[in-house]
C-alpha cells in the first residue's frame, strides 16, 4: 500500500510539472521579449545620442579654432598695448590694463571651448561603450530566446 501511494505521488507530480513546463517556457519567452524590447528601445537612445554628440564635435572644433585665433590676437594686441604703456602716459596704462583684460576673456573662451570639444568626445566614446555593451546583452538574450 505505502508503495502504491509513493508510485501514485510520483505519477502526480511528473504529471504537474511536465504540464507546466511549457507554461514556464512561455513566461520565459515573454519576459525575454519584453527585456529584448527594452534593450531595442535603449539602443536606439543610445544611438540617437551619439549620432547628435558626434555632429557636434566638427562644430565645436571649428569653434575652438576661432576662438584660440582670437585670443592669440587679443595677447599680440595686449602685448603692444603693454609696451606702449611703458613709455607713455596714464592714458596708455589705462588702455593697455583693458587690453589685457579683453585678451584674458578671450582665452578663457578659448579654454572653455577646448574642454567642451574635449568632453563631447569623451561623451562619444562612453556612448560607444555603452552602445556595445547593450548589444552585447541584446545578441545573449535573442540566443537564449531562440534556444
Excluded: C, Y
Excluded at 2 to 17: C, N, P, V
Excluded at 55 to 67: M, Y
Excluded at 95 to 107: D, E, R
Excluded at 114 to 133: C, Y
Aim: proline residues 1%; hydrophobic residues 40%.
Amino acid at each position: 500500500m505505502k508503495k502504491l501511494i509513493f508510485i501514485m505521488a510520483l505519477l502526480i507530480w511528473g504529471f504537474e510539472s511536465h504540464a507546466t513546463s511549457p507554461l514556464k517556457a512561455t513566461i520565459d519567452t515573454a519576459k525575454i521579449n519584453k527585456q529584448i524590447n527594452k534593450l531595442n528601445l535603449k539602443l536606439e537612445d543610445l544611438s540617437t545620442r551619439l549620432a547628435e554628440t558626434r555632429n557636434q564635435i566638427p562644430v565645436d572644433s571649428v569653434l575652438v579654432v576661432s576662438t584660440t585665433a582670437k585670443a592669440h590676437d587679443a595677447q599680440v594686441k595686449s602685448k603692444k598695448r603693454s609696451s606702449q604703456a611703458v613709455d607713455g602716459d596714464m592714458d596708455d596704462v589705462k588702455l593697455a590694463q583693458k587690453q589685457a583684460k579683453i585678451a584674458a576673456n578671450q582665452t578663457s573662451d578659448a579654454t572653455d571651448a577646448a574642454k567642451q570639444l574635449e568632453k563631447r568626445r569623451k561623451k562619444a566614446k562612453d556612448l560607444q561603450k555603452d552602445i556595445l555593451k547593450v548589444q552585447k546583452e541584446l545578441n545573449e538574450l535573442q540566443l537564449s530566446n531562440t534556444q
